[in-house]
């Protein structure tokens, strides 16, 4: 009879195949928030249809009202008590920004060996292509051992988590029946160092906006208006800088509305986490912002935030312009913890700016759904399945940890559908997510894949027991 064994060393002599497929998905320029990008988000779709119908996990690209899912479902085993387990990833990524800043081309993937590791580049490298890759593989890997699924198997891949998953809800919704499950496995979250794996436990929500400001004129002469006329951008300015006070207190309007403290016992077992390891990797912290009164973990994984993503207006252009802007616009994020509601801040940020608004001026917003904080059982068997099997892969126990990441899935299932889930993945601080030069490393890749046919055994002998 086949074992686990068997299904490892197929990953071990397939690898190369296995990176290489991966590479081939990252070269491909999946971004969801630009329309420019659109095809190559079908194309993409359509990538991972044909990979998961390769490995008899018969799948459909699913229209929505934005970018398409991926659904693939494996034939139902009658006759036993086999339990029902669904895995999410995205293949969407976020947008390259200045192509200068990159040493690698972001959509040019080649593995390169450098510090001792087999790295390759490019934006989704990290987050979070080669985080589904490592299901799928290993899905591949267990049926091309044992001729079967090790359970009832729904894959979920989205193509709009980087731009807030605003078609999700409807297509949970609409698919509801399709996506019962025992457990959904998030496999999209940080491990807790190079060799030590984690468990995401907390999750905060998070509320996209997107604010433009207009004078009552439209671009002026600077000259002849600069010391009259209504500038935007100084308005929109004054406005973002004052949404924190000296303490980095947020300072809109009963933003803090049920939000309790961290409680005691939370910030005496994130302090003894801190000691082991830092959480910022190798960012700089010079001339940041953290809330009086907390460490920088406990204002990561347990305080709401707001943050500026983006602000433009006015000459953008290589030459002098003087002029004096007709508008300008701002896009913020907030993370949200336990107590906060998405419309709920969105409605008092917009009215905080509203009420600094310049008489003759207009204001206009964008921005729709969002999600809450969630927290997860840590008593679920299958979260101490994957637990075990990831100990097992890696040598060391898994770290049960927060972050202050949002996964707008996780509400969805955990609240809208009453599943269980359980956050796993393999990223590290060290790979520049959203920044120039993203990365991930073969190892972490081949392990990743091994790291689930661990938690598949853990699985199957649960439910043999």
Partial sequence: ?????????????????????????????????????????????????????????PARVVATKGHPVVLAKS???????????????????????????????????????EDGLHRFYGRGASDSKSQLWTFVEALRAWKEVHGEFPADVIVLLEGE????????????ERHRGELECDVAFICDAEMWSPTQPAITTQLKGLVHERVTISAPNPDLHSGHYGAVAAN?????????AGLHDEKGRVTIDDFYDGVDDIPEKIREQWAELAKERSLIGDVDLTGGLTEEGYSSLEAMWGRPTVDINGVTGGNQGPGERSVLPGSATSRLSFRLVAGQEPETIRERFRAHVAARLPEGCKVEFEGVGGSSAVMLSQDSRFLKAASRGLE????????????GGAIPLVEQ???????????????????????????YDTERLRKGVRSWVRIFEEIQSDTEA
């Fill in 75 to 113: 034939e139902a085993v009658t006759g036993g008590a086999r339990p029902k387990l669904l895995f999410y990833g995205h293949y969407d990524v976020q947008p390259v920004g200045d192509p200068e800043q990159w040493k690698h081309a972001p959509f040019e993937p080649r593995v390169i060996e």
């Fill in 1 to 57: 009879m086949p074992n686990r064994d068997d299904a490892l060393g197929d990953i071990d002599r397939n690898f190369d195949v296995t990176t290489s497929k991966l590479i081939e998905l990252i070269a491909i320029p999946s971004v969801s928030s630009e329309p420019s990008n659109e095809d190559d988000i079908a194309r993409a779709a359509d990538w991972l249809k044909s990979e998961l119908d390769a490995i008899g996990l």
């Fill in 232 to 240: 935007p951008i100084r308005i929109l300015s004054a406005i973002l």
């Fill in 161 to 172: 988590e980087e731009c807030g998953s605003p078609s999700l809800p409807e297509f949970i």
């Fill in 413 to 439: 299932f955990s609240r809208g559908l009453g599943a269980e889930c359980v956050v796993i993945g393999f990223i590290l601080p060290g790979d520049a997510i959203h920044a120039p030069d993203e990365r």
């Fill in 392 to 403: 097992e892969e890696w040598g060391t126990p898994a770290v049960l940890r927060g972050t």
